[in-house]
């Protein structure tokens, strides 16, 4: 069965510092590209960051110098690293995989204040 589980959200101040976990499913995980994605109210879930089994990231543009997604392979795990945070980058932040995806988990909630 595939499962992921996020964590790490919290209520941050803008300019502040946070760091998400996943854990995937091996069935999901192993060779996959991994992603983090978010949904802000009233809005789409869209792809923030996105990691090759090999380690190779690509960010959007709106994120970038900012976030940093790794992977820890033999633990099927994915961290999203948030730092600068600014109250635009407040919303729910899931992992899955990019091009195979499973059920979406329940998310992490990211909320930046003013």
């Known amino acids: 069965q595939v499962q992921l589980v996020e964590s790490g959200g919290a209520l941050v101040q803008a300019g502040g510092s946070l760091r998400l976990s996943c854990v995937a499913s091996?069935?999901?995980?192993?060779?996959?590209?991994m992603g983090w994605f978010r949904q802000a109210p009233g809005k789409k879930r869209d792809l923030v960051a996105s990691?090759?089994?090999?380690?190779?990231?690509n960010y959007v543009e709106f994120v970038k110098g900012r976030f940093t997604i790794s992977r820890d392979n033999a633990k099927n795990t994915v961290t999203l690293q948030m730092n600068n945070l600014k109250p635009e980058d407040t919303a729910i932040y899931y992992c899955?995989?990019?091009?195979?995806?499973?059920?979406w988990g329940q998310g992490t909630q990211v909320t930046v204040s003013s």
């Open positions: 091996r069935g999901l995980f192993s060779g996959s590209v």
């Open positions: 990691i090759t089994y090999g380690g190779y990231a």
């Open positions: 899955n995989g990019v091009n195979t995806q499973g059920p």
